[in-house]
Every structure is written in C-alpha cells, then in structure tokens.
C-alpha cells in the first residue's frame, strides 16, 4: 500500500471536495455474479460521514445500472449515485436514438445467445449498454469466448467495448467515469478530487484527472493511478482516515458566520461588526472604495479593529438599539456600542468625513486590537501615536484615531503596524473614533448626544414608514437596510456591502456587489414605495436621470455603475487575500457591467409610473426618462442578452428578459396617461406584440411550464414574474403549471434556486433568496395562500441575529452564503409581507360583508 498520510493531509484541507469510487472490486469485494456483490459497510459509512460534511461530496460511479446499484448502497441519501459508467444519474439521461436502440437490442440478443452456450457466463442488460460476464466460465473454454466476443465487437462498431475485470461490455452512448468526474468537478467546484478504483474502465477516470488530484488504483494491473493500495479493506481505511483529517480541518476553521454580522452605515460607507465585537470589514472613503479593514475576507494581514473583554465569561450578545443602525455588543464585563455619526441630520452632505464611534463600557479588563490596513491591504501605512490618539501616515488621505485616555502600544508586524491597548474597568465609558477626512484631535460635543442624534436619524425615517399587519419588525429593518445601502450624496443604491463572500463557499462565485444595478435599485424602491417612501424613488430616479445624461445612447445602458454613477472599469482580483474560508479569488468590479441585459429598462419605466401613482411629482425629466426607455426597448427588444442572473455564457433571448421589455413599454404609455392624460398607441401595440411571441415561444408544451428561453425547455425561477409584474393573470392555467414546476424542480426545503442549467461556472448555488420570495408571493397569489404564509414563516428565520439577510441559503448546512447584507433578499421579504397582509386584509373584508349579509 502507498503511503497517504500527505494526500490525506492535503486533501482534506480542500477549500471544496470531491471523492468518488468505482464499488465491484473498490467499495465490495468482487463477486462470481454481480447479484452476489456485498458492500464493504466500514467503507460506505466513511464515504457517507465525508458526504455529509460541509462542501464536501460523496460520489459512487459505477457500471451497475443505476436501479442495481440503488439497492446495493440503501439509505446513504447523502452519497450521490451513478451508474452505467456514468451515463445514469445527476438528472442527466441520455436519450436513446432509433439507430443506438436497434444497436443495443442486437448485441443484446447476441450476448445472451452467447451466455447460453457458455457454462458460468452471464449477461447483464442495462439502460445504456449489456455486459457479458465470464468470470465464471471454464478456463478452457475462455479462449473461443473471447473469440465471439471480438467477432461482436468488430459487427457492431456503434456499441463501444469496455473491457473490465472478467467482463465485456458493450456501450451506446459516448459516456465514461472520465467524462462524469469532469462533470462532477464542474457541478461541485470542487478544488480537489480523489478517485479509487479497481477495473480497467476506471482507468478513464484516473486520466481525467488534474495534478493536485489523487488517483488510487485498488488491486494489481497497470494504471494511470498515482497511488495504489492493496484492496478493498485498505479502502475502507483510507476513506476512513479521510473522514477523520476533514472533520478536523473543518472544525478548525474559524469564520464568522455571515448571517451573524451586524451592519453599520452613513449613506456614504457601510461596516460590518462580527458578533464578538470586531469590525471586521469597511472601505473608505465609500462604500465602492478599497477596504481598510479586510478581516472578513482575509485575516489580521488585512485588517480589523476589534474590541472585547480580556477575559470573556460568556459569548457576547448583540443587537440594534431600537430602529436605529446602532449596534450593542455585550458581555458580562463589558458593552460596545458602535455607530457612524448622523448626527448633523444628512451625514453624506458633510463632503468627504465619516465618524466611525465605538464606544466601552468597562467593568472588566478590554482589549483593544486595532489595525489599519488601506487598499485591501495593499497601500503602505503607519500608526503615529499622539496626544489623545493614533495618526494614520503614509495614507493620502487625512485619518485619526481620537482616543483620549488610552494608552497605545503600536508594534510592527510582518502586514504592517498593529496599535493594542488595554482598557482598565471604570464607570465613565472610554470613546473611540476613526475619523476619515480629517486628523483632527479636537474634541467634539458630548458621546452621547452625537448617538442619540445618530439613532433619531434612522428611527425617525423608519417612523414614517406604513408597515403591513405582516412581520412589522422584520419589514422596519429591511427598510432601514435599503436605506443603509443608499449611496446618500447621489441616490444610488448597492446591491450589498461587500465584495466576494462566497456562493458556494469555496467555491469560484464570488462576485463584486458594492455597485447599483439600476434594476435591482428600482426593485428596492418599488418596495419601499409600497410603504409610503417617496424620498427615495425620488433620489434614485435622479441618479438614473443622471446616468442616462452622460450616455452616447439611451439604449446603451449598462447594467452596473458605480455609487457615483460611472461606469465600471475592467474585473480585477486580489491575489493577497485567501477570501472567506479560502473561498477565491477575491474580486474586485464586476464584469458583468459590459453584458446585455435588456430587463434594466422595465424596472426603471415601472418605477417612474409607481412614483406617479404614489401622488409624488412625475418632472420632465421623468417623463423623459419614461419615454427614452421606451424608444430604446423598441429599438433592442427582439434581441439576446445576458439575462437577469449574469450567466457568464453566449447571449440567448431570455423570457425574463422579454417580460421586462413589455413592461418598460406598458408602463411607459401609463406614465403618458398620468403626464400627458392619453396613453401612447404605438407602445401598446408593441407591447401585445412582445406580449403574444413571448407567450407562444416561451411555453413549453411538453413540459408544461414557461421555460428560461424562448423556443427552449430549461426551467428558470426569474419566469415567477411573469404573474407578479402584469403580464399573466396569476390564476391562468400555464401560470399555476408554471409554479408547480418551480417548486417541484427548484425547490430544496423551503428555498428555491435560480435554475440548474449550466451557466459557464463550476459549483452548486443555494436557495437564491429572492427567487423564494417570488415563490411565496406566486403561491399567495394563485390562491394557496396557507402554503405561502407557512413559507414565508420559514423565509423569515432566515434573518441573522440583528435581522439581515444574506444572497443564498444553503439548506444542506443551514448557513447563508453570498454577498451581505443583500438589498434583493430584503425586498423580497418587504414584498412578501405587503402582499399576504393585504390578502390578509381582502379575507377580512369579505368576511365582514358576509358577517353583514352580502353575497
């Protein structure tokens, strides 16, 4: 047996893992027939303990047909299956030709005419291919055997031969291990594969892998393998000790769990506070800039400022201070309260400063580590220690840490300066703050003026909101979310805080979101309109008003700016920092700035005429707006594009896509009604063009629901929109198929994914929580209203602690991945909450007209 101890040790430190075995010969001993084979029990429970770990994969690739196999291997739910060398399983199946079927009955036939006259030989039939067994046949009669079997061999050349351990057999569809690994590498992302096997067909399998894989050849006979081990006992050891190695390397990563950050923000940058206390990311001087503090997405190298107690007796508890963006972080020994300073009533207009306070309440020794890190870590730096702080040098721009009463220890660290300091427990609380702009040392008005100011700030706004009977908190904190992700000076909204917190973890999507998609910050408004806020809708249209002033074209239109409303440069990474839970690369822009995406225009249209039916002013420059958006939507409608999710492949027409583009024109003549008092004959028309060729090629007959792309069979959860926005009657017969689908094929427990189909990118996405908003609202609206309120419920618990909400969800391991907090996960549950009260509201008022003797 090879020794493995460093391919162990190495595998099982895989951001993301696979391990795959053949099972005759690798998982069971080899049999006289197939039917005799028995699993190897201490191995298939290894195999199912590594399945079971977080992003981590079990998989099974055998000959077996995938109906034998099944009942080799029972109850092992969380060990993938596929049989016929790979060609059964995944949700792929391969569809027989009339040319392959004729093919296979015929060697069929001959193989178990040839198993009748051979004593011992067996002829196994599967989907996709028959194997002539031998292994049991007199050794003098193997000769004239293998005779027939050439003589099939060279009759049918359509049916590929596979030779393996004492058997022939006979395949017709191009299908191998080597190809299903490939597949399984690119479904899973995983960064790290091993296979074992023992034939001579998992010899594919052993040549399809890369370099930092590990090939383990089981039993004698040459192979592409690397490394060999004796048989199938020495498998269950090794799969063993391999279970072992991941569960420790896994529980020693340490990361915060996403949901559990806190967020902190002035409309100009946004924080993130772990649960024990530490800021673990911020950029300056916007939230679009570089980060200063990098924690989350590297470790100390990048930087963090963290404060807790020397000593803690307990975990630390956290929370917002009413409905405000103030944080409390408490243990027995001490609280920490952080906020940026509002104070002055429009923070972002106080031109280039940001007050990040973090106040200590010390009953209890505290430590305090902070350290500095501009550029994601890359810029030079130094920490100057002055009278009542820290001086940030070696940055352009003017930094201070104002820190009167603390004695600082600065050292210097291999990443650059670090500053310690020790707070001694007393009554008066100790007043820290990072103060961006200025390295000023002045003292300001009295801590806790400046807080309650900040916490007015926000609770006031909040105040002004018209809540639904639904989720009343919930509704208040994803409102004041959307508010902290506005870019203040312009209007802009971003789609989350953060850059590149991973979805799947360790995997590859890991995507730049501290930019304003005009689609999806309309979505937010149109939210924030359903609770009275006219503010903001008003602020962003500007912004998009902006926008479009500087294109060449309205109808070139990009998917993606910035907060100050320019475009994107190039997508770049950062090789320095590992990213969360050495989830790579670390990204930053996003490229997909420079797709296609026609849907932009309808959000944009749909939300200058909500303004208007709000009551708020529709401007010229509205109306304009409105009317350009159309004009460009006539001109690019009938195109492809890149679509709502961004896939990194060519461009199709998507039906999303098309829906998007009917909308901008029907609510564009709207907004010509509410303005110019007639609606726009030429935009409806085209519309109920757009309309009625969307219908007719979108919906799959066959498979009875509205499919991702036109003339196409893919199912995709953006189609949910179709009866949401307008353009289907929620109760018409394809809508309701339409939602069975979804939730049949894209639902996992009680979250719904984006789609299945390949999307150029290599790993498994979770719950897209939007997409599980759009299910509860379709299921409300299409009359199955308990199941919607029941879903719902569970959408809800997907909050963190202090109420935010993550991109995705993964319900395997019960942990949020993606970006955070995500503006569409927060408007989604605003939606949501909207529409079942005012079912909730529309059941009242029935049930009082029938309490009163109305029909």
């Keep these: 047996m090879t020794d493995l101890t460093g391919d162990i040790a190495s595998l099982a430190a895989a951001p993301i893992l696979l391990v795959a075995t053949d099972f005759d010969g690798t998982l069971a001993e080899l049999a006289p027939t197939p039917p005799d084979a028995r699993v190897h029990r201490e191995s298939l429970d290894a195999l199912a303990e590594l ?56 060697v069929t036939e001959q193989c178990r005419e040839i198993a009748e006259r051979y004593r011992g030989a067996m002829a196994e039939t599967k989907p996709y291919s028959v194997a002539l067994h031998y292994r049991a046949v007199e050794r003098g009669d193997l000769a004239r055997l293998l005779v027939e079997i050439e003589a099939v061999a060279q009759r049918f050349p359509g049916a590929k031969r596979l030779n393996g351990i004492e058997l022939s057999e006979f395949v017709v569809v191009d299908a191998d291990k080597g190809w299903r690994l490939n597949w399984l590498r690119m479904r899973t992302g995983a960064r790290r594969t091993v296979f074992l096997g023992d034939d001579v067909t998992d010899e594919a399998a052993f040549s399809a892998l890369t370099p930092q894989d590990v090939g383990i050849k089981v039993g004698p006979g040459p192979s592409a393998a690397g490394r060999r081990v004796a048989g199938v006992a020495e498998v269950g050891r090794v799969l063993r000790e391999l279970a072992d190695a991941r569960k420790a390397f896994l529980a020693g990563q340490r990361a915060v769990p996403i949901q559990q950050y806190a967020l902190l923000a002035d409309q100009r940058t946004a924080a993130l506070v772990s649960p024990e206390g530490s800021i673990d990311w911020l950029c300056l001087p916007r939230l679009d800039s570089p980060s200063v503090f990098g ?118 660290t291999g990443s650059g300066p670090r500053a310690t300091a020790i707070l001694e427990p007393r009554e008066k609380p100790y007043v820290l703050e990072l103060r961006y702009g200025v390295a000023s040392f002045r003292a300001t008005e009295e801590e806790s003026t400046r807080r309650a100011r900040t916490a007015q700030y926000w609770s006031a706004w909040s105040s002004s909101l018209k809540l639904p009977t639904v989720a009343q908190a919930a509704v208040k904190r994803s409102a004041l979310t959307l508010r902290a992700l506005m870019y203040g000076p312009s209007g802009a909204i971003a789609a989350a805080s953060t850059t590149s917190l991973p979805a799947p973890i360790g995997g590859e999507r890991n995507w730049d979101y501290r930019y ?7 979505y937010a408004v149109q939210a924030l309109l359903r609770l009275g806020n006219t503010g903001m809708p008003v602020k962003l249209l500007d912004w998009v008003c902006g926008v479009i002033d500087q294109l060449e074209s309205p109808e070139k239109l990009r998917p993606i700016y910035s907060l100050a409303g320019r475009e994107l440069g190039s997508e770049g990474s950062l090789p320095q920092m590992g990213g969360y839970l050495e989830s790579g690369p670390v990204r930053i822009g996003n490229a997909a700035a420079h797709q296609v995406q026609l849907d932009v225009f309808g959000p944009i249209v749909d939300t200058v005429a909500k303004v208007a039916e709000a009551g708020a002013p529709v401007t010229p420059e509205y109306w304009r707006l409105a009317s350009v958006m159309a004009e460009a939507v006539a001109l690019r409608w009938s195109e492809p594009d890149h679509g709502i999710w961004e896939v990194r492949t060519p461009k199709r027409h998507h039906t999303h896509s098309r829906v998007m583009c009917w909308l901008a024109l029907r609510r564009a003549s709207t907004v010509a009604e509410l303005v110019l008092g007639a609606r726009r004959p030429a935009w409806d ?35 949910l929109v179709m009866g949401l926005c307008g353009f289907l009657e929620p109760k018409d017969d394809r809508y309701v198929s339409t939602v069975l689908a979804v939730q049949r094929e894209l639902q996992e427990e009680n979250v719904v994914r984006r789609y299945l189909y390949d999307d150029g990118l290599t790993g498994i996405e979770g719950g897209f929580l939007l997409c599980t908003a759009w299910m509860i609202e379709a299921l ?24 935010l909400m993550a991109e995705q969800w993964d319900p395997r391991h019960g942990v949020a991945m993606g970006n955070f907090p995500q503006a569409y996960s927060h408007i989604g549950l605003i939606n949501c909450a909207c529409t079942l009260s005012a079912l909730a509201a529309s059941e009242s008022g029935a049930a009082d007209l029938n309490a009163a003797g109305h029909p």
């Excluded at 291997?73 to 009339?98: K, N, Q, R, Y």
């Excluded at 304003?516 to 309309?522: F, I, K, L, S």
């Excluded at 799959?700 to 189609?719: M, P, Q, T």
Aim: net charge negative; charged share 30%.
């Design 51 to 106: 399945a079971a770990l977080p992003r981590t994969f079990g998989v099974i690739v055998s000959g077996r047909a995938l109906a034998d196999l099944s009942m080799k291997v029972p109850d092992t739910p969380g060990v993938w299956l596929f049989g016929s060398h790979g060609a059964e399983g995944g949700g792929t199946w391969a569809t027989l030709t009339d040319e392959q079927e004729r093919t296979l009955k015929l």
């Design 295 to 412: 924690f989350t997405l590297g470790d100390e190298r990048h930087g963090r400022f963290a404060i807790a107690p020397e000593k803690p007796s307990g975990a630390a508890r956290q929370a917002y201070v009413g409905d405000s963006l103030v944080v409390r972080t408490s243990w027995p020994e001490a609280d920490v309260t952080d906020y940026f300073d509002c104070g002055e009533g429009r923070p972002f207009q106080r031109a280039g400063r940001t007050d990040l306070v973090r106040v200590v309440l010390a009953r209890a020794r505290v430590r305090v580590d902070f350290s500095f890190r501009p550029d994601f870590g890359r810029g030079p730096v130094s920490l100057i220690e002055r009278r009542d702080g820290i001086e940030i040098g070696e940055w352009a721009d003017p930094v201070s840490l104002y820190s009167p009463e603390v004695e600082w220890t600065i050292e210097r």
């Design 516 to 522: 304003c998609w005009p689609r999806d910050a309309c």
């Design 685 to 719: 028309e085209l519309a109920e063009r757009i309309r009625q060729e969307t219908l007719a090629r979108s919906w799959n007959a066959e498979k009875r629901y509205f499919a991702a792309h036109l003339d196409g069979s893919e199912i995709d959860a953006a189609v």
């Design 780 to 803: 409300a609206m299409t009359g199955r209203v308990e199941s919607a309120r029941a879903m719902f419920e569970e959408y809800l618990k997907l909050q963190g602690p202090t109420g």
